[in-house]
């Protein structure tokens, strides 16, 4: 590790022991605001962490009592904080967990280990389960999953960062129609579908807000790398006040990985800083978490998120299409060499020209949960040989009147006259997405290519090529290409032939 990510994370304890003070209550033992029955903590081979508040100068014993016990101390309550690291715990329970001091006691019951997964981000995160396409169906479901427990931070700011939660929404339960009635759609979902994989406990944390940047989530040192500045005029799109208030909170807690729907907002502010911001906020959680948690966080842990859906039918703005390119760091595709141990569920194709809820806000999140949980399955679990990218191209050949695109596998396509688009130019240089475009149509494909027609200018002066760059590029599940089976669509793409990804051009 390099000596600055040691210096912050020096930084972040000492920060922590700082805010404690300011936290510590009326000495009463008890545990932070996260901790409650029904509750689940992390699995093995991490080790979860407990902290609570307690009086001054007592040492505080957690006896964990269940299928197999054990006993751990703190040091002594100082500036009104315990906390103690359990050993390593496998999946299952249920335990009940009892804090001791030498003046009193608390308990948790019902607790059971599993996998804690953090969701997060704007409106399509904190979208709720009740306002989903067969609502009533997915929530008649929830006694069938008493294992996938959820639990919901408040909507609160901060100007600072705060150590517990200023409010509990939900706290943890178990699942109920009326808690799922109000709880993250996606988030729900994709925990259901993981532990339908995985067949153990999945604790779901929700801590999202509608409407909000992606710097609001972020801390003063992920904005500072991308030369973002403090700002804020006392809202939520302030810089840093949910990382303060629905984040930073989190980070003592040991966390298996998290997801991320989030975007919209920043279509037009901070555009341009996205592909910068977003992997950003990404590393700096990591760095964070796995520091907050004393090492037990993973310092790569796994972070999926949703590709962008739709908003306008019709739109030529470029805010949609721009925001999905840089969420990718203008790669195209994660996992990649900027954004590690990440996965991404493309939704591009999924819009809801009816939904109720305003067409921001589609109501099939069930078809975004279920590629997200692929992505987990493969990037967080290491699962091998199951799809979760869609196609992607490998190869861009320009050949008389045509261009040929190779994909990196078997491709499901049909017709299209003008979701590919090329720019050409009079002199080598790269086009942007407000260079005047002409539509590709696609004229031919076999199980790995698509040839499409060029014939809007002549073939050497093709300077660029992009797929599906506009914000709702095609209507339910009818994008042109999608992998083999149908079920994963191609992730849009802008490529140069002379700047950025150039490379995957060839010449006859």
């Known amino acids: 590790m390099n000596p600055g990510c040691l210096l ?22 008890r545990f932070a605001s996260y901790y409650g029955d029904h509750m689940v903590l992390q699995k093995s081979p991490q080790r979860a962490v407990l902290w609570g508040y307690g009086p001054e100068g007592e040492q505080v014993t957690v006896y964990l009592t269940g299928p197999f016990p054990q006993k751990v101390s703190s040091p002594p309550v100082k500036e009104g904080i315990w906390r103690v690291t ?43 389960t009740s306002q989903i396409f067969n609502a009533s169906e997915e929530l008649a479901l929830s006694s069938k999953y008493p294992h996938v427990r959820p639990f919901m931070a408040s909507l609160n700011m901060s100007k600072t960062e705060r150590i517990d939660l200023i409010q509990v929404e939900i706290p943890w339960s178990v699942p109920t129609t009326s808690v799922l009635a109000e709880f993250s759609a996606v988030c729900w979902l994709f925990g259901r579908y993981m532990y339908d994989t995985l067949k153990y406990p999945i604790g779901l944390v929700e801590s999202c807000w509608g409407g909000t940047p992606v710097e609001a989530w972020s801390s003063s040192r992920a904005l ?75 310092l790569d842990f796994p972070f999926g998120f949703v590709q962008l859906s739709t908003y306008k039918s019709n739109s030529t703005n470029d805010g949609f299409p721009d925001i999905r390119w840089h969420q990718t760091a203008d790669v195209g595709f994660v996992p990649n060499s900027r954004m590690k141990n990440t996965f991404m569920a493309v939704a591009l194709d ?37 799809p ?71 073939i050497s002066k093709v300077a660029a090529l992009r797929y599906a760059w506009r914000d709702w590029p095609c209507e339910f599940k009818a994008c042109p290409v999608y ?13 140069n032939r002379y700047t950025g990804n150039q490379n995957i051009w060839k010449s006859t």
Not at 431 to 438: G, L, Q, R, V
Not at 448 to 455: D, M
Request: hydrophobic share 40%; charged share 15%.
């Open 86 to 128: 359990l050993e390593p715990v496998d999946a299952g329970g249920p335990y009940n967990v009892q804090a001791e001091s030498e003046s009193s006691k608390c308990n948790l019951t019902d607790v059971l280990f599993g996998d804690i997964w953090l969701c997060g981000g704007q409106s399509n995160m904190y979208f709720k």
């Open 483 to 495: 992998d083999a089976s149908g079920n994963l669509p191609a992730p849009p793409f802008i490529t």
């Open 350 to 386: 999924l819009p809801d020209k009816t939904s109720p809820y305003g067409t921001i806000h589609p109501r099939d999140k069930q078809d975004v949960a279920l590629r997200l949980t692929l992505g987990a399955r493969a990037v967080a679990y290491g699962e091998t040989d199951i």
């Open 8 to 29: 912050v994370m020096a930084v972040i304890s000492v920060a922590v022991l700082l805010l404690a003070a300011f936290n510590h209550g009326d000495g009463t033992l």
């Open 224 to 298: 500072k790398q991308c030369g973002l500045q403090q700002s804020g005029d006392g809202s939520m799109m302030d810089n840093t006040v949910l990382w303060n208030a629905m984040i930073h909170p989190f980070l003592n807690m040991t966390i298996y990985g998290a997801i991320w729907y989030q975007g919209e907002a920043n279509a037009e502010y901070h555009k341009d800083k996205y592909n910068c911001s977003f992997p950003a906020m990404i590393n700096d959680w990591r760095m964070a978490f796995h520091q907050g948690s004393g090492q037990q966080t993973a």
């Open 388 to 458: 979760f990218q869609g196609p992607f191209p490998k190869q861009i050949l320009p050949i008389q009147m045509s261009i040929i695109i190779t994909y990196d596998q078997a491709v499901s396509v049909t017709s299209s006259k003008n979701m590919f688009e090329i720019c050409c130019s009079e002199k080598n240089v790269s086009c942007e997405p407000k260079s005047f475009w002409f539509p590709a149509a696609i004229v031919d494909w076999n199980q790995t290519s698509i040839q499409l027609s060029a014939a809007q200018c002549p």
